[in-house]
């Protein structure tokens, strides 16, 4: 089982949708949570952190952490084409500098 | 700041040749990590190097993968003999500082193709 599990999609919606983006975890020991938005053929990158539990909201994103449920949410209010991309959650422990990353879920907004 | 520099930005070799893939990270930055991407397994840390020196190397697949931090601004990762296996995009990623907070920048990687 993988440490962290994300739904690869594709996920499709209309210009102006809600978009929710999850993943599980399985390792207790992750405090630090982390967004990346990956365009095609490029590198992905950083659009959300969080520590431990709680909510973070930045613009039209919304990032959750329910540490007791081992779940990371993110929220895209008013979905624009330019969000379309693939969306990496990332983890880490405490101690070390490794990210643990989900495998990605593809999005797509259609205008 | 031109950020994360790789190259080359595309390589094809053939099964068994030596292939070098380079990086310079954002200038003052402490932390470089080497990251391969595919359909199949997704983003993988292979291995990080702190102020130059490497840290977690427990991801490089197995010894024909090598890498390299001669100095704080240029990395390099070796394939040798490359396998078609091999084949990915290949990421490297700077970061700042640790601990609070982990933001790695991330190069715009080098998407190999071994035949």
Known sequence: ?111 | DAGVIQSPRHEVTEMGQEVTLRCKPISGHDYLFWYRQTMMRGLELLIYFNNNVPIDDSGMPEDRFSAKMPNASFSTLKIQPSEPRDSAVYFCASSPIRGSQETQYFGPGTRLLVL
């Open chain 1, 1 to 111: 089982q993988k440490e962290v599990e994300q739904d690869p999609g594709p996920l499709s919606v209309p210009e102006g949708a809600i978009v929710s983006l999850n993943c599980t975890y399985s390792n207790s020991a992750f405090q630090y949570f982390m967004w990346y938005r990956q365009y095609s053929r490029k590198g992905p990158e950083l659009l959300m952190y969080t520590y431990s539990s709680g909510n973070k909201e930045d613009g039209r994103f919304t990032a959750q952490v329910d540490k007791s449920s081992k779940y990371i949410s993110l929220f895209i209010r008013d979905s624009q084409p330019s969000d379309s991309a693939t969306y990496l959650c990332a983890m880490k422990e405490t101690s070390g500098s490794r990210l643990t990353f989900g495998e990605g879920t593809q999005l797509t907004v259609n205008p």
